[in-house]
């Protein structure tokens, strides 16, 4: 599969390694490096089989893990004095603790954007409200990560059924079509869940091509990918800002 794809939204290495500790709850001062770095590696191996284009600095962050790692695993006697005064462990905690107070600082200045906004009556371009959606229970919405995307797309492959795998597949899907498909399913719905999206699908090449499509969405503006919590599932919604008239859609090949 040659299909590669850059996003405004695609995170940094620090943002991965942040999620993956807040998605088990894990505790920052004392990270489970093997556990992290498996899962980091995991990540890592699907967005290499997804054709993603991964920047320099995944790979940079998954060799620091793996040196973090090994030097866990040494013997005391192997250490140095200095080495055995300091846990591996701390540089990478640090860096953590300043991304993520950074990441904060970042988050509330962009609410006191929006609340200004508010204020003097400006149209509102980038506000979680936004994601509100006539007809849902919850008014909520806060937009997902790509990596959350990633732990669904891990998860329908995970759940496909042992069985289709030997089933022969004469459908050929491509990332075109799953692109018309889900754009005329969100014609008709307000809104689908990313894993009903995948339950739908046949074979791990039926799940990749819808994966990609999802991508390829978000890229156009097209949709927008949401949750109602953290790590919660994944809500797919029309960005009504994009939306063009029917008969305008041949034009961007999307008809």
Request: with cysteine; glycine share 2%.
């Amino acid at each position: 599969m040659d299909y590669k794809i850059k996003l405004e939204m695609f995170e940094g290495p620090l943002d991965l390694l942040l999620y993956l500790v807040k998605k088990d709850h894990l505790n920052i001062y004392d990270i489970p490096i093997a556990k992290v770095t498996s899962q980091y590696l995991d990540y890592i191996n699907l967005m290499q089989l997804l054709d993603l284009n991964i920047a320099g600095e995944f790979l940079v962050m998954a060799a620091t893990l793996m040196q973090i790692k090994s030097k866990m695993l040494l013997p005391a006697s192997e250490l140095t004095l200095e080495e055995e005064e300091t846990d591996p462990r701390a540089e990478l905690v640090k860096r953590l603790l300043e991304y993520e107070k950074f990441k904060q600082i970042a988050e509330n200045l962009r609410e006191r954007e929006i609340s200004q906004q508010d204020v003097f009556k400006r149209p509102r371009t980038d506000s979680l409200k936004e994601f509100k959606q006539q007809g849902s229970k919850d008014d909520t919405y806060f937009e997902a990560s790509i990596f959350d995307l990633i732990n669904a797309f891990s998860q329908a492959l995970k759940d496909v059924p042992r069985e289709v795998f030997y089933e022969v597949i004469k459908d050929q899907f491509t990332v075109e079509q799953k692109v018309h498909d889900i754009l005329h399913l969100l014609l008709v719905e307000t809104e689908v869940k990313l894993s009903s999206l995948f339950s739908q699908t046949k074979s791990k090449l039926e799940i990749i091509v819808v994966f990609l499509a999802i991508l390829e969405l978000a890229k156009m503006k097209e949709i927008k990918a949401c949750q109602n919590a953290a790590f919660e599932d994944i809500t797919i919604l029309r960005n009504k800002e994009n939306i063009i008239p029917y008969e305008r859609r041949d034009q961007r090949g999307l008809a």
